[in-house]
């Protein structure tokens, strides 16, 4: 395996341990990025993979919002048009 595979298994790994971590113990996860850990291929995987899961859960959330603002929206609508 020569460096640039053995890189891309590392980060690989790293962001998987990471994103899982932060869906099922973000309580580790926030431990361990507290910690001072060796920056390496695997850790920056790792904190690329909190970081992507924390901007998934950002954008749900935001897509629920929205979801909500356009029920109330039509629900309005349909209001108005009884009126």
Known sequence: MDLQEQYIEDYTSGFNHA???AEYSPELLAD???SNNPVND???GFFAGKE???MEQ???KE???LGVLRSNSKDRDKEFERE
């Open 19 to 21: 994103y899982i971590l």
């Open 63 to 65: 897509l629920d919002e």
């Open 52 to 54: 992507h899961y924390q």
């Open 58 to 60: 950002e954008q749900s």
């Open 42 to 44: 695997y850790f920056e």
């Open 32 to 34: 361990i990025d507290q």
